[in-house]
C-alpha cells in the first residue's frame, strides 16, 4: 500500500494504517530529533508529541508535500519548541553540574578500545562532528541535520522549514561554514577546505 493510500485510510480513522505510517517514519523521525536535541530521552518524547500532532492534525494535511516531509516539519517544530524552552529553563539554573553531563556523555560512548584504527577514526569523526552541530545556532543545525543526515533535497527542506529554495541553499553554504570553523578551532580539521563546491 502506498504512503498516500494509508494516508487516505489513517483521515478515516484507520488505525492500523496510522500505525503503518508510524513505523515506516518512526526511525528517521527519532534520528532527526536525536540530531537536534543531543539527548535519546528528549528525542524519543519528541518523536512521540511529533506522531502524536500528526494524527491530531491529519485533517488539516493538504497533501500538497509527502506526509514525510510534513512529519519532518511536525518533529523539527516540535525541537524547537523544546530547545527554546529548555534555552530558557537552563538560563535561569545556576546550578548545572558539568561533572554529571560529562559523565552521562561517558556513559553513551561505546567502548572502541578492540576495534581497528579505522572504525576508531570513524567514531571519532562523527563525535566530532556532533559535538560540532550542538555548538551552532539552531537555524544551522537544522539545515544541516536535514541535508546531510536525512538526505532532504533544498526543495523538501524549504517545504519543511517553511523557506524558499534559495534560502536553503544559502543557509546550507552558511551552516557548513560555521562548522568548519567549529571544527578548526577545536583542531579537527587542518588547513582550508578546497574551493570546490557541493
Not at 498516500?4 to 530529533?33: M, P, W
Not at 518533529?75 to 524547537?80: F, G, H, L, P, Y
Request: one cysteine or more; hydrophobic letters at 35%; glycine letters at 8%.
Amino acid at each position: 500500500m502506498t504512503e498516500q493510500e494509508l494516508v487516505a485510510r489513517a483521515r478515516r480513522g484507520d488505525e492500523s494504517a496510522f500505525e503503518a505510517l508510524v513505523t515506516e517514519n518512526e526511525k528517521r523521525i527519532y534520528n532527526l530529533c536525536r540530531r537536534l536535541t543531543g539527548n535519546q530521552e528528549d528525542a524519543a518524547e519528541l518523536t512521540q508529541e511529533a506522531f502524536l500532532n500528526a494524527w491530531r492534525g491529519l485533517g488539516r494535511f493538504q497533501g500538497e508535500s509527502s506526509f514525510s516531509t510534513w512529519l519532518y516539519r511536525l518533529a523539527t517544530n516540535a525541537c524547537i519548541d523544546f530547545l527554546r524552552k529548555e534555552k530558557r529553563r537552563q538560563s535561569l539554573s545556576m546550578t548545572v553540574s558539568l561533572d554529571d553531563e560529562e559523565e552521562a556523555r561517558q556513559v553513551e560512548l561505546p567502548d572502541e578500545r578492540y576495534a581497528p584504527e579505522g572504525a576508531l577514526e570513524r567514531a571519532e569523526a562523527r563525535r566530532a562532528v556532533a559535538e560540532g552541530l550542538e555548538r551552532l545556532t539552531l537555524e544551522h543545525r537544522q539545515v544541516l541535520v536535514l541535508r546531510e543526515i536525512h538526505g532532504l533535497s533544498y526543495a523538501e527542506i524549504g517545504q519543511v522549514l517553511g523557506l524558499e529554495e534559495g534560502t536553503v541553499k544559502s543557509r546550507i553554504a552558511r551552516a557548513r561554514g560555521a562548522l568548519r570553523k567549529v571544527l578548526t578551532e577545536r583542531g579537527n580539521l587542518f588547513g582550508e577546505p578546497s574551493s570546490k563546491k557541493r
